[in-house]
């Protein structure tokens, strides 16, 4: 896509104006600047009438005789940014204009041409008006495009990864989108490098500060707007501009800001492929889940699928496979339909282990990677016994399908607490699914995971992905990691590590820092001024020692 106005170099390229025979006496390094219009001026004080960008166009005739007054007339019409100076000569300078002029536009940056030829302006107008209005026009298509592009996408569901290929194709630019925790979470690099592009990508992001929701911020040469719907914004979508000294053209705010409409839409979308009694576990399951449905609506239709949760004691239980690992043979990554096929396997399995168990449960696919289960129990005497049957019925299930593979090294069964209605049964689901992704790489192999097996670090890393939590971290380290990355060679995020792992003993954390004791206390000393912390405090130092473990849980999610 070619910027809305020309440049002063392809205004010279133009017929009319090399029929003129054109030479460039001066300012070669403005020759990039883009040319709004085209004034045609014969008196002194014509900067004055210009906004800036004008390519002004003049036979001489007006302009100041003296060297002073010649200085002057170009620093005004480079103060206003007029794009150049075009002179035709042969009424007020027959061979050249005068070296003063030329001095004057050199040092100042202002093109100054000569057209050694006569040439009537008004087809010079004419030409340069003509290429702005077809190049505005070029812009309007492209920006019809970009909507009618990203209206597709949402239509469609498209993943995050398809909706930044083709913004980065519209664009001809590399595209991140990253997290609140600047983590990257898709990205396309429109052809260039990808490792140059993401190296250090955390340090180099929160350098880039723009000044909006949606804009340009020059020292880096991103153009940012912010990702989020319904109110809670979940990331930033970034697109690098690589022309410094000019701001991105128009289309590009409209194509970034409909490419995060898009994401953000897609992330609320759902799609399901599943038979129409699975659909409706399903609908029954999220609806408990998301709030959209009655409670009592819930319990009707359940009931009319032979799942009765009224007068229950009922337990949410999440399956899901360990560190979502792709399905095992060969060429399994290269085929997008493994993932799903594998969750469908899963919650077919699952259903079976319901059933060989003799319980009553709605069981559905609740995200792209796990499967959950809400069992009805007449008891709640009856939660441990139901859960260990339904996890010894689910590993022969699997057993039975895989039977070269032990399953236990595959899946995770997690459940939250019982509860005795149905409108507490979300918190049961929620607890369920949040234990299941805390304990996907725990290297134990328990049959049923609960919450107390997860711990403050699970916990955190199950929560990872919750835009409140990456807030919070942001907040309680955001400085830091800020003067980390302008001076890379402290790191002070380890130092403060260090004081709070050995439980803000001093003399112990200079130890596991590796550092001088004096040289630790001052670095301490630093660390609290960067972050407005009493470190003596044990409540600031706790809320520091949570946000710390939330970014390790953030990075290494």
Known sequence: MSPVFPTVREVLDLVPMRHGAPRLVAGNAGLDRPVRWVHIAEVPDIATLLGGGELVLTTGIGLPADDAGLREFIGTLADVGASGL???????????????????????????????????????????????????????????????????????????????????????????????????????????????????????????????????????????????????????????????????????????????????????????????????????????????????????????????LDRRHLVGVVVRHRGDEPAAGPGADADPEAGPARLRDLAEAVGQAVRDAKLTALTSAVDDHAVGALLALPDAADEEKALAAFATALRRVRLDAAPSRPPATRTVVAAGSGVGSLREARRSLVEARQIAEAARRDPRDLPCYRLPHVGLAGLLHLLRDEPRLQTFVERELGALLAYDAQHPREQLLGTLRAYLEQGRNKSAGAAAAHLSRPAFYERLARIGRILDADLDSVDRCLSLHVALLALDAIRTS
Not at 121 to 130: D, K, L, Q
């Open 86 to 308: 075009v002179v035709e000569l042969g009424r007020r300078y027959l061979t050249g204009v005068p070296r003063v002029m030329a001095a004057a536009a050199e040092r100042r940056g202002l093109p100054l041409v000569e057209l050694r030829r006569g040439t009537p302006f008004v087809r010079i107008t004419e030409a340069v008006h003509g290429l702005i209005v077809d190049a505005q026009l070029t812009e309007l298509r492209a920006t019809e495009e970009i909507h009618q592009r990203f209206t597709d996408l949402s239509v469609e569901g498209a993943e995050p990864a398809e909706v930044l290929r083709q913004a980065a194709e519209l664009a001809g630019c590399p595209m991140v989108l990253e997290n609140l925790s600047r983590q990257v979470l898709a990205y396309d690099p429109a052809g260039e490098n990808a490792e140059l592009l993401l190296d250090g990508w955390e340090q180099h992001s929160r350098q880039i500060r723009p000044a909006g929701r949606t804009a340009y911020d020059p020292g880096s040469g991103w153009l940012v707007t912010t990702v989020g719907a319904r109110g809670q914004d979940w990331g930033r979508l970034l697109l690098r501009w690589p022309v410094a000294e000019s701001t991105p053209p128009t289309r590009l705010t409209i194509l970034i800001e409909r490419a995060a409409s898009t994401l953000a839409l897609g992330r609320l979308i759902r799609r399901d492929a599943e038979g129409l009694e699975r659909q409706i576990h399903r609908t029954l399951l999220t609806a408990l889940i998301d709030h959209s449905r009655p409670v009592d609506e819930v319990a009707l239709r359940a009931k009319a699928l032979g799942v009765v």
